[in-house]
């Protein structure tokens, strides 16, 4: 086990609660200093809970009008959802309709 930085105190092993955001996380494994209360994460631990934030978290989905701009349907796009497809401005993308569904795609 590691030891506190601090204290020299060797870590034991607790469960906490984890916030993100709205999101709170129960239950989490985390290391903790006997002594001083300083608490941290493996590596391991934090992958755990990257996971477990990712199946709690609801999939993006904002409204949006459809605008126009010199009188072509336009769209503009969320930040947060440019983001979520590891795009950015001037990337490429894919536009494609499925059923009553307009895809966009990151051209790979
Ligand atoms: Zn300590």
Do not use: H, W
């Amino acid at each position: 086990m590691p030891k506190c930085p601090k204290c020299k105190t060797e870590y034991v092993e607790v469960e906490v609660d984890f916030e993100y955001g709205d999101i709170i996380l129960r239950n989490v494994k985390a290391l903790k200093c006997p002594k001083c209360g300083e608490e941290l994460f493996t590596p391991e631990q934090y992958r755990i809970i990257r996971e477990r934030i990712r199946s709690v978290a609801q999939p993006l989905k904002l409204k949006r009008k459809i605008s126009t701009a010199g009188k072509k349907p336009i769209v503009y796009l969320p930040e947060d959802v440019v983001k979520a497809i590891n795009a950015k401005v001037g990337d490429e993308i894919d536009i494609y309709v499925e059923g009553n569904k307009i895809i966009i795609e990151k051209t790979a």
